[in-house]
């Protein structure tokens, strides 16, 4: 919740320099009289990050990386007058608890930003979030926090903003089950055994989206969607068998939500995060967007069929570990950023992906967390299993 009534909503952007980021980016830079950019933070790209500060004035910086950080001090002269920098995870969760910031953007890849997310909740900002990779680790307790706070959890990522779209007004029991729709990924037509030679390049292909390189990786594997329904599970309060996916390979339908009279809504929109992101920064609000709404002068078509398990086995792991609970989709997010990291740096075939992550699954003791140091611990372990599995499949 807000702790003032500006005219501007005032945002704190964490990974500002990457695909969400630059999204994120042109959403504010339309918005001039409805929202203001107040810190940035990013991982070690501080030169395009001293250009965004410059160019919309902003004073709060934070660098995780010390390199980075150090690099910043001695050439002070690139950013604004006065700024202020904030170094490391502590600078990240200082930038989600400024008091002059009314929302706070969370689009780091990967689950450094749970700290800064809880300390945005704990504050009683309004939390907009993008990376899912946090509510598959932590999804109970970052819940828990925004509920004790009263604090606001406004998903970015397209279908699960596409659902918050489409639920809002009813009632939890009216929800009979949700479908996201995934677009099958750069893979989506490759036959089973041309993707044991897939390289990184091919992944990366992404045949709808324009994203970062990790996100773009589990879209391919469809992990991305299975790390989605577990997302959702969260967001949403819902069971394991109300979380569904369908192929949909033009990406304009976002979700379809079923009631329970049967009855379904969609989301739709054209494949861009410009959309997501401003429902969520400026959400009640509805002022026009950053892009050119879908033509329906144009003749398309939208088509939908089941999604291959068979083919794409991460996303039958991630639908497994949803069903077990526990901390088994924390497992299953660690092993699969170990794995995608490994991928990418061609130290793993496209196929070793879900080979080291059920292998990781299958090693890692299953259990109950009680507290969020318990799953941290367990994120922990389960890289460190990650890691020295993947020395054998190499
Ligand atoms: P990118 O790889 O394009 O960008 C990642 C951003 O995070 C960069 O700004 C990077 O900084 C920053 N970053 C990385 N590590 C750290 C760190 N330790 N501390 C601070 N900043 C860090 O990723 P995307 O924008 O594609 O994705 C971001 C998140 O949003 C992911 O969780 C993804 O799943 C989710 N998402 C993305 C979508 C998309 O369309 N791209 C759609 C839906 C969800 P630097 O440039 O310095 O490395
Ligand atoms: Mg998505």
Redo the contacts with the bound molecule.
């Keep these: 919740m807000s702790t003032a009534t500006p005219t501007r909503k005032r945002v704190v952007l964490?990974?500002?320099?990457?695909?969400?980021?630059e999204?994120t980016l042109r959403v504010i830079a339309a918005h001039p009289d409805k929202l203001e950019l107040v810190a940035v933070?990013?991982?070690?790209?501080w030169r395009?990050?001293a250009g965004i500060a410059r160019d919309f004035g902003v004073r709060q910086v934070?660098l995780?990386?010390p390199a980075?950080s150090a690099a910043v001090r001695a050439h002070p002269s690139e950013f604004p007058a006065g700024t202020r920098f904030h170094d490391g995870l502590a600078g990240?969760v200082d930038l989600a608890q400024l008091p002059e910031a009314d929302i706070v953007l969370v689009?780091?890849?990967?689950t450094?930003g749970l700290r800064p997310a809880l300390a945005a909740l704990e504050a009683g900002k309004d939390l907009a979030l993008?990376?899912?990779?946090i509510l598959v680790l932590a999804g109970k307790f970052v819940m828990e926090t925004a509920r004790r706070r009263q604090a606001r959890l406004l998903p970015?990522?397209?279908e699960h903003n596409a659902v918050f779209q489409c639920i809002e007004g009813h009632s939890q029991a009216e929800l009979s089950r949700i479908i996201l729709t995934a677009s099958g990924g750069a893979f989506r037509d490759w036959p089973a055994e041309r993707l044991a030679h897939a390289t990184p390049a091919d992944a990366l292909k992404h045949p709808n989206?324009s994203?970062?390189?990790?996100?773009t990786v589990?879209s391919a594997t469809l992990a991305n969607k299975g790390l989605e329904l577990i997302e959702a599970q969260w967001l949403f309060n819902l069971r394991p068998e109300q979380c569904q996916a369908v192929l949909h390979p033009q990406s304009i339908v976002h979700c379809l939500v079923e009631f329970t009279d049967g009855a379904m809504l969609a989301q739709l929109c054209p494949p861009s995060?410009t959309f997501p992101i401003q429902h969520a920064l400026l959400h009640p609000a509805r002022p026009p967007g950053v892009e050119a709404p879908l033509d329906l002068t144009r003749l398309f078509s939208l088509d939908f069929r089941p999604v291959d398990e068979a083919r794409f086995p991460m996303l039958r792991l991630a639908l497994q570990c949803m069903r077990q609970g526990g901390v088994a989709p924390a497992i299953y997010n660690a092993a699969n950023e170990v794995a995608v990291a490994a991928f990418l740096a061609g130290r793993l075939p496209f196929l070793g992906i879900p080979q080291l992550v059920d292998a990781t699954l299958q090693k890692s003791r299953q259990l109950s967390p009680d507290s969020l140091d318990e799953v941290l611990a367990v994120d922990e372990e389960a890289r460190r299993t990650a890691n020295a599995l993947l020395a054998t499949l190499t």
């Design positions: 964490l990974g500002a320099t990457g695909s969400i980021g999204n933070a990013a991982h070690s790209n395009k990050l934070g995780f990386d980075a990240l689009a780091v890849v990967g450094t993008a990376s899912k990779e970015v990522d397209s989206w994203m970062g390189p990790k996100i589990d995060m």
